[in-house]
């Protein structure tokens, strides 16, 4: 058993090593990957089901790898964040949706707003306000079509500084949303104290909308309560008509989701809009 404990302990020894090492290169190639190009948007489209137009879009990025295709954040912006890389590669994301959402409008092709994930390190970067300014003023986007999407445990972190950083944006003329609403834990006492325009309700809610009597009364409460207090509700991961038909009879405002289409490039999402 003793000489079974040492294996082990050796096992997981190499183990560590070698994932600390594979971080490592995996660190250095996103840097590389960041200043070759290799990144870039997805859009997806989100439906005001008032008018049943798109009016927005979100972009996500995705990192085309050399040898390994096509990459999701889920497999590197956790890394991203942990080096701080996330500064320039939010930056990048910026840039490139906002230039990417005026050349739509130059073309006529919509006015569409474009919503940018923001990691809770770019807003705690003293310049971010400066940074959206700077974009805006750079591409020419009107700030009205620019959305910041925030997570509810990103504004709870340090709330006094997120709420000013959100007025701050907000005077800047861009709307800001509440990204994966319902996660967290104090979503209801805090909501009103963040000045932000959207909520978008977590996909786990609606994938078992029609299962289940909960989700169903919990999306009910999260619209009536997000309208009282005067703010949009998105759904988000809508992928049945029955869903849809379920957000469309309770009010809900906007819905994004496979039903609609995946994110795209950006060729092909000029395609929805044609
Ligand atoms: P998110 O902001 O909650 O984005 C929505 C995710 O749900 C996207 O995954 C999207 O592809 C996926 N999705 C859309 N419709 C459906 C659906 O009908 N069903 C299901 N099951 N999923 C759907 P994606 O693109 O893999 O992005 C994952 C996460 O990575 C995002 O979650 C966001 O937190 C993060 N992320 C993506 N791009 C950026 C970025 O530019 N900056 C930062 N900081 N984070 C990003
Ligand atoms: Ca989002
Ligand atoms: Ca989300
Ligand atoms: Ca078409």
């Known amino acids: 058993a003793k000489h079974l404990g040492g294996n082990t302990l050796q096992f997981f020894t190499e183990r560590l090593r070698a994932s600390s090492l594979e971080s490592l290169q995996l660190e250095n190639q996103l840097r590389k ?3 070759e190009g290799q990144l870039e948007l997805f859009y997806q489209p989100r439906l005001c089901l008032a008018n049943d137009r798109l009016e927005a879009a979100e972009a996500l ?12 954040p889920a497999q590197f912006i956790p890394l991203a964040e942990a080096t701080g890389l996330i500064i320039p590669l939010g930056e990048f994301v910026l840039r490139q949706a906002c ?3 005026r050349r739509w409008q130059q073309q006529g092709l919509a006015e569409l707003r474009i919503s940018v994930n923001l990691s809770v390190k770019q807003l705690r970067q003293g310049n971010l306000v400066s940074l959206v300014r700077q974009v805006l003023e750079e591409t020419g986007l009107p700030p009205g079509l620019l959305e910041l999407e925030l997570t509810e ?3 709870l972190d340090d709330i006094e500084n997120a709420i000013d950083t959100c007025r701050l944006l907000r005077a800047l003329g861009v709307s800001l949303a509440i990204d994966d ?3 967290g834990y104090s979503s209801l006492s805090y909501l009103k104290r963040f000045p932000v325009d959207y909520v978008k309700i977590d996909k786990s809610f609606i994938a078992e909308l029609e299962q289940s009597g909960e989700d169903a009364a919990i999306i009910r409460a999260i619209i009536a309560m997000a309208h009282n207090l005067e703010l949009k509700v998105v759904a988000e991961g809508v992928e049945t008509q029955g869903q849809m038909d379920f957000l469309k009879a309770h009010g809900c405002d906007e819905i994004q989701g496979y039903l ?3 994110p795209v490039e950006p060729e092909r999402f000029v395609e929805m809009l044609t």
């Open 260 to 262: 609609l289409s995946p």
């Open 61 to 72: 990025v995705r990192w085309r790898h050399p040898q390994q295709g096509l990459i999701g």
């Open 33 to 35: 990957a960041l200043d």
């Open 99 to 101: 230039a990417q959402a």
């Open 153 to 155: 445990s990103q504004m």
């Open 181 to 183: 609403f319902g996660t």
